[in-house]
């Protein structure tokens, strides 16, 4: 009964969805209160029917009840519990229960936390939110039902793709799907204001928290994955370009523009019509990476390579939302007119170039991915586009963004003055030479570029300091003066200070593994293989049993310069259900370089192969995506975006009581 329960919970929760995608919207159009009042209710309704499903399906996991047909497939009793549950969203059917939950929660946040918006427009916010989840939860019904029974039950499961089974990847698809999704409220804000034909700062101020948001949660999801496919699947590599990885970075380009772009619009009333326009663009590059992963054109360790069919469905479900968007905007657009004018040289221009690089980025990487799966579809040449391409077109892009990111916040609004600006960022200029000079001295002047793309880093995050510096008026008044002013600032300021230092860390991260040292080799039991300055000693390999496999366990002594300095423990993991195997690597951290150890198959003469890296500032990759995202979380919990109501709802009021109406 209780997976009757779910599905019916589903279907329910479509008609619920239906309602609430067009009562709300004709009450907006009939100035009609019961109406509009009605998307609320709905919403909240909807995600209590989309949340018994998602508990149902989980209930079946847990339970091990091989009587549906979805659990058979992806589960079995020898799994532990935790992949029981986190199964639930590893496979297909399960996922899109997972994207329809967190779309629902994205509409019950809305209805709960927008009592400052006016009513049309949340009502008209609301119905657009119902729309999406009508076509999704169509999509689930009629093609994905992941509560399809079978009789008689399958005495056990055929058990998870192993490569699933691990923590990190277990909570990677709920962060990155909140990502996703949460950037279809920007959307519904984005169709609702073309809708109204209105845009102010306003709706800048509702819009941006809900794109911040989403975009720390993607930045987590994002990383979370590298990280996975980092420590896992043993090639000692964070980041393949992997179309399935570049259908996450894409939306992240965009919503990183979206959200500069919505603070123009905020503080200078300009820039309208292209920040509705990045709102739809970015929620539907989060749908083409729901395509690109279902559609079966992809083959990834990570893609849900299935029924072409499902494919064709996302396929026509984009065509209504992108499309439909898209002519509305084309439609409504012109009316969006900008009220504040500005000089090139001023923070408005610096976010406007700020926002043309990040969707030219996007737009390299959108075509270096699907214009193979555009070839091959019809019939053209097999073509690999992999980090050559990337690397010679992404990442020019992204120097001047990151040079305009020192400059950008110190420049005043409307007009600026680079000179003074440039002046103020002496320090980030000496710091950055210091490191140019110092690397190439090291490095006796190999890696010129990594070596560059440290400095950039070091730029970046000293001009960070140096805004943050000059807002408390640093060691240009009394430390109680100071004091107060750091007291003071907006904790969106923080937050901005710490996203830009967490892009810093990143990039040094990624510049510096042109630093790494591999060593592959076949070592015996009690032989050496020196790495850097280590020596790995393979002490032994035994063989281990696990919850649903069988390991062999490699101890391998760490030592340098003869003493010992750790054992660690790489494995490689077989899994007899699916006769697959998997690697456990062994990963030695301290913040400023990883040793990173993985142990391949044995060879007839009782060699091991074992994979051996030293990479220097590696974990920074990490460390600074952490710090983009808490400098976002800063950010949220600024108090402007809480308290207060609307301008444009108290503007009306006083209109409302000067009139009489």
């Not at 960022?425 to 190439?440: C, D, E, P, S, Y």
């Not at 490699?554 to 699916?578: C, K, N, S, W, Y």
Request: with cysteine.
């Amino acid at each position: 009964m209780i997976i009757e329960a779910g599905h019916y919970a589903l279907i329910l929760a479509l008609f619920v969805a239906l309602a609430q995608s067009i009562v709300p919207l004709l009450g907006a159009a009939r100035h009609n209160a019961g109406w509009m009042a009605l998307g609320r209710s709905a919403a909240l309704t909807q995600f209590g029917l989309i949340a018994l499903a998602m508990a149902a399906l989980m209930y079946a996991y847990i339970t091990s009840d091989f009587t549906v047909i979805n659990v058979v497939q992806n589960s079995h009793t020898d799994k532990p519990l935790l992949y029981q549950i986190t199964g639930v969203w590893g496979n297909h059917e399960g996922s899109m229960v997972l994207w329809v939950f967190m779309l629902s929660l994205c509409g019950a946040l809305v209805s709960l936390f927008c009592d400052n918006l006016p009513a049309e427009l949340r009502a008209r916010v609301l119905s657009v939110q119902g729309m999406i989840g009508v076509g999704f939860l169509l999509f689930i019904l009629l093609t994905s039902d992941p509560f399809l029974r079978t009789f008689p039950p399958a005495p056990n499961g055929e058990g998870l793709n192993p490569v699933l089974q691990d923590p990190g990847l277990a909570f990677h698809p709920p962060f990155l799907y909140l990502g996703y999704v949460g950037f279809s409220v920007s959307f519904s804000f984005a169709v609702a204001a073309l809708i109204e034909g209105r845009v102010d700062a306003a709706w800048a101020r509702w819009v941006r928290p809900w794109a911040l948001a989403s975009w720390c949660a993607l930045t987590i999801g994002i990383a979370m994955g590298s990280w996975w496919a980092y420590y896992t699947l043993g090639w000692g590599g964070w980041w393949y370009w992997d179309p399935v990885e570049n259908a996450s970075f894409m939306p992240w380009l965009v919503g990183t523009a979206l959200i500069h772009s919505s603070i123009v619009v905020e503080k200078r009333d300009t820039l309208k019509s292209w920040t509705v326009l990045l709102a739809i663009i970015t929620f539907a590059l989060s749908l083409v990476g729901t395509f690109l992963v279902r559609s079966g054109v992809l083959t990834s360790v990570h893609a849900f390579a299935s029924d072409p069919r499902r494919g064709v469905f996302i396929l026509l479900l984009l065509v209504v939302v992108i499309g439909g968007s898209l002519t509305l905007y084309a439609v409504r657009a012109p009316y969006l007119k900008g009220g504040g004018l500005f000089a090139p040289i001023s923070r408005e221009g610096a976010l406007v170039l700020n926002n043309v690089l990040l969707v030219c980025g996007c737009a390299t990487v959108f075509l270096g991915t699907l214009y193979p799966l555009f070839l091959d579809a019809v019939g053209g040449p097999k073509l690999s586009v992999g980090f050559p391409f990337f690397d010679r077109t992404f990442v020019p892009m992204m120097t001047p963004l990151l040079l305009a990111v020192g400059v950008g916040p110190l420049l005043a609004w409307k007009r600026g003055d680079l000179l003074g600006a440039l002046q103020r960022l002496w320090t980030a200029f000496a710091v950055a030479l210091i490191v140019v000079a110092g690397g190439l001295v090291v490095t006796q002047g190999a890696q010129v570029l990594a070596v560059l793309g440290i400095a950039l880093a070091a730029w970046v995050f000293t001009s960070a300091a140096v805004e943050w510096a000059e807002r408390v008026r640093l060691f240009r008044t009394g430390i109680g003066d100071t004091c107060r002013r750091a007291v003071n600032l907006p904790r969106a300021a923080y937050g901005m200070s710490m996203a830009h230092m967490g892009v810093a860390v990143t990039v040094a991260g990624i510049s510096a593994s042109a630093f790494a040292v591999e060593n592959i080799q076949l070592v015996k039991v009690g032989g050496d293989l020196p790495i850097g300055a280590y020596v790995l000693h393979l002490a032994g390999v035994e063989k281990i049993p696990g919850a649903n496999f069988t390991a062999d366990d490699a101890a391998i002594e760490v030592r340098r310069d003869g003493v010992l300095l750790a054992t660690v423990h790489p494995e490689r993991r077989f899994f007899p259900l699916q006769q697959q195997t998997t690697s456990m690597t062994a990963i030695r951290s301290n913040l400023l370089a990883d040793l990173y150890v993985a142990l391949g198959d044995r060879d007839d003469n009782g060699a091991w192969t074992i994979r051996a890296y030293w990479k220097p500032l590696v974990p920074w990759i990490w460390l600074g995506a952490v710090i983009m995202a808490f400098g976002g979380m800063v950010s949220l919990s600024d108090r402007r975006w809480r308290v207060g109501v609307a301008a444009r709802a108290r503007g009306r009021v006083f209109a409302q009581a000067a009139t009489g109406d």
